[in-house]
């Protein structure tokens, strides 16, 4: 079976994280965010995957390569300009199958989707959408479906008194015929969701709901973060429930220092823990991070080689590969520090604020 996903956008909503890696490789846990998608899409029987490229096409092919590693087959395909959804699924028509998923790259999900093949083979759809249920729908487009999952019609943002009472939302995981892709125009800019859809709606297209599953789009720093815990507290399935096991707690053997890490939690390889620090819970500390003596990091992910001071206060925040922060600082608020910034000592980063790449702040400089 194959798999299309679009991966195209440069991630401008994450950054800094997203400055200088592309987001399909941000890290997230323990291995690149598309990680978690190849893995998934594998668990579904897919065995070649097509990515649609835009962004830092090279950075990608670096980190996942042919594929091989998550026991499928990758190939890359590269835009000559932007070309909307459909328009990318276009320009890829020669490599496509005749029946294949296409997916949105932002999405961290467990879907079942194969009991969408099910369903799509039951019905002879040309396209079936996966739905899931979202709290507020208010910000995204509704999908309306009859008692046999036919698509009828779609509601953009509905307000909350035009909200019915089982709302469903399109997932950004679809099943289609090649047919679909003939009804695309070549070299233009084409959306599938406002352009494709209703044009199908009435003629083969279908909904597939997953009540059960779980889904988020980890396009800003809070889902993210959100995305994080939720992977280390075992609220979507992935492949790091196994390291985490029933105590849902990973310390890499080489790990040293006396501090306290209270679960859940992730501390790899090569970390040091200072006297008196407390780490967790909701944390993951990323290789060769040092942790300085009484300093306290809760709800944070803190990435490779990055170097915390002692005394320092980390809550709801990322911290970006190579980042140095100085004694006492306080990170929290669902700030961001991206790779390579110095913070000096006494500095307060508070309200969601974003330090880009290799900026330096004196110290007491900030106090946000």
């Not at 507020?136 to 999908?143: F, H, K, N, R, T």
């Amino acid at each position: 079976m194959q798999a299309v996903i679009l991966v195209g956008g440069e991630g401008t909503r994450l950054r800094p994280l997203t400055s200088t890696v592309p987001k399909p490789v941000v890290p997230l846990v323990d291995r690149p965010f598309l990680a978690y998608m190849l893995e998934w899409l594998k668990s579904h029987g897919v065995d070649d995957v097509v990515l649609l490229m835009g962004y830092l096409p090279t950075a990608v092919r670096e980190v996942l390569g042919d594929g091989s590693q998550f026991g499928l087959k990758i190939t890359y395909v590269e835009e000559p300009d932007p070309r909307g959804t459909a328009g990318a699924l276009k320009f890829a028509e020669e490599l496509l199958a005749e029946r294949f998923f296409m997916l949105n790259g932002d999405v961290l999900t467990d879907l079942d989707l194969t009991a969408q093949l099910r369903q799509h083979e039951e019905t002879g759809a040309k396209g079936t959408l996966a739905l899931v249920p979202v709290d507020d729908p208010s910000a995204y487009g509704l999908v309306r479906c009859d008692e046999g999952w036919a698509v009828n019609g779609f509601v953009e943002k509905p307000p909350a008194d035009q909200v019915p009472p089982d709302p469903l939302i399109s997932a950004g995981a679809y099943i289609l015929e090649r047919s679909v892709v003939d009804m695309i125009p070549a070299d233009q800019n084409v959306s599938i969701e406002r352009e494709v859809w209703p044009k199908l709606v009435g003629d083969g297209l279908y909904g597939f709901a997953d009540r059960r599953a779980y889904w988020m789009d980890i396009g800003t720093p809070e889902r993210y973060l959100q995305g994080t815990f939720d992977i280390i507290e075992k609220q979507v399935k992935t492949q790091v429930a196994d390291r985490l096991g029933v105590g849902y707690l990973s310390i890499h053997e080489s790990v040293q220092g006396d501090g306290r890490v209270v679960p859940p939690a992730v501390v790899e390889e090569g970390c040091v823990i200072g006297e008196g620090a407390h780490v967790g819970s909701l944390v993951v500390l990323g290789p060769n991070v040092k942790v300085g003596a009484r300093a306290n990091i809760e709800r944070s992910v803190v990435l490779e080689g990055a170097e915390i001071g002692a005394d320092c206060v980390l809550r709801d925040c990322v911290v970006a590969p190579g980042a140095r922060v100085g004694e006492g600082v306080h990170v929290t608020g669902g700030s961001i520090l991206g790779d390579g910034v110095v913070v000096g000592a006494g500095n307060v980063i508070a309200h969601g604020m974003r330090v880009f790449p290799n900026v330096e702040i004196p110290e007491g400089a900030v106090k946000f």
